[in-house]
């Protein structure tokens, strides 16, 4: 019997850990056992999950608790029971990777020494092996490792907002003690970017509406042609563009804007290039996918997510910058945290790297898989992804039922279920609701260009072909019953 009151550090540590894993690890295998399946069926309405919820972790705060081992072992297994499982194969619906054993193993040892990376004094192997990480993605992605930096961040939500707030205040420094023109500030980025661009720009103050849409060419990329007239519509209103944000991988098709051509157009204008790879970073460690993300190295700063294409558990965000002053507007002396002598005497923060204050060491477990597995294991868990999506395409292609968007970039498939009978948008978003509510499959659904599509986001490298021909057999079965 564990106590529930032994700690996760010092020299009793792991005694105290290894029952408490155990009983943890027991309560995952019986939940996964008992879900039997991507998801449990019966939506947001079943039972196990509206009252199982209360008769387990029962109503408030109680007033005496349980106990470790028992509130463990039946909350793990609960937990997992109702949980979404992405490594199920027919589990393929986000940006919501299957995380690698050996990354969540390491992610224990983070949590139990509970650095933090804001004071040297709080956790100085998590600054020194965050400092690892941002050198090796960053020399991956081109940058001069010398004097690129970054840190990790919760996401590419984190991330862009932090490229963005670091792009206002470099455009505000440029343009102190010139006569500059007073016009609102401005952020460019295709029609198809991520939402959080706009509502960085929101977050800044500048109005969610400062963020521009650009238009895109024919295969949904922005098109530089549209990049050079929107600009000069905000010269004409006498506004003032201060940012662009270029997309390595949007969200549903995985595009991949021009990076070349959107930099070179950024540099003749003097403006920050913030590129939002928060998907599609991770296929810098693929040889065969790299180039896709040429000229990445001309941003000045860029979101890389390896909870995506990098089989991290959450949270596992990198924000890289070109420069290290690049972070100038970030650094902040505080005399609990970083204190100048402290500094001066090699006792560095990373306090002036982020917008958080108190920041765990997410970079242990990214540090362990590169070590782990290299650029050419992680390059073929990527590659083994995206050749599953050329795989689900063709499959696509081949069902007279179904119609696919267009071919994979990275690694989803968007595609429509043609109904015999009825509105297209209604079957498509209802075919989906019926996998979720049978407990079948989770897929994804999106919409645009006024039609709703299906969404395949494989992530699974242990998926096999097999698996994708069965998912695709089931999302044509549910069409044809919401037709029936
Ligand atoms: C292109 C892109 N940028 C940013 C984000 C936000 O990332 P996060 O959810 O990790 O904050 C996403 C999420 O899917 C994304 O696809």
Redesign the pocket.
């Known amino acids: 019997m564990t106590s529930s009151t032994q700690l996760a550090g010092g020299n009793g540590g792991p005694e105290h850990l290894l029952p408490l894993i155990d009983t943890a690890l027991e309560g995952l295998g019986k939940g996964t056992v008992e879900r039997n399946g991507p998801l449990p069926a019966g939506g947001p309405g079943s039972n196990g999950l509206r009252t199982g919820s209360t008769a387990v972790t029962g109503e408030g705060c109680p007033n005496t608790g349980v106990g470790a081992t028992r509130a463990l072992a039946e909350m793990s297994q609960w937990f997992t029971q109702y949980a979404i499982d992405p490594a199920d194969p027919a589990c393929a619906a986000h940006?919501h990777t299957p995380p690698l054993a050996v990354a969540v193993a390491a992610d224990v040892v983070a949590g139990a020494v509970n650095s933090s990376l804001d004071s040297w004094d709080q956790g100085p192997s998590g600054v020194a092996v965050e400092a690892d990480v941002v050198r090796a993605l960053a020399h991956l992605i081109g940058y001069c490792p010398e004097t690129a930096t970054g840190a990790m961040t919760?996401?590419?939500?984190?991330s862009?907002v932090t490229g963005l707030m670091l792009a206002r205040e470099h455009a505000t420094r440029a343009a102190a003690g010139k006569a500059s023109r007073r016009g609102r500030p401005r952020i460019l980025c295709s029609t198809d970017a991520?939402f959080?661009v706009a509502r960085s720009a929101g977050v800044l103050g500048l109005g969610e509406d400062a963020a521009i849409e650009v238009g895109l060419d024919s295969r949904r990329r922005m098109d530089p042609e549209s990049l050079h007239t929107a600009l000069a519509a905000i010269d004409d209103a006498g506004d003032v563009p201060i940012a662009v944000v270029a997309?390595a991988?949007?969200?549903d098709l995985g595009t991949i804007d021009p990076i070349p051509e959107i930099a070179g157009i950024a540099e003749t204008h003097g403006l920050w290039l913030h590129v939002?790879a928060?998907?599609g970073g991770g296929a810098v460690f693929s040889h065969r996918l790299a180039p896709l993300l040429d000229g990445l190295e001309r941003a000045d700063s860029v979101?890389i997510?390896l909870?995506?294409l990098g089989w991290q558990p959450v949270a596992a965000?990198l924000f890289l910058v070109r420069d290290a002053t690049l972070f100038d507007p970030l650094q902040r002396r505080v005399a609990y945290l970083n204190s100048e002598d402290d500094e001066q005497a090699g006792y560095r923060s990373l306090l002036g790297r982020s917008l958080r204050t108190t920041r765990r060491a997410d970079a242990l477990k990214v540090a362990v898989t590169l070590r782990a597995l290299g650029r050419t294991g992680l390059g073929a868990l990527v590659d083994r992804c995206h050749d599953l999506a050329g795989h689900a395409a063709s499959r696509v292609n081949d069902e007279p039922r179904l119609t696919l968007h267009s071919d994979p970039v990275l690694t989803t498939v968007v595609f429509r279920y043609l109904p015999r009978a009825g509105d297209p948008d209604s079957v498509n978003a209802r075919l989906r609701r019926r996998l979720l509510d049978e407990g079948r499959a989770v897929i994804g659904r999106t919409e645009f260009d006024g039609a709703v599509h299906l969404k395949l986001t494989l992530l699974n490298p242990n998926t096999t072909e097999g698996d994708i021909d069965a998912l695709l057999e089931t999302v044509v079965a549910a069409g044809d019953k919401e037709c029936a």
């Open positions: 940006l919760s996401g590419g939500t984190e862009n991520h959080s997309t991988g949007t969200t939002d928060a998907y979101a997510d909870h995506k965000g």
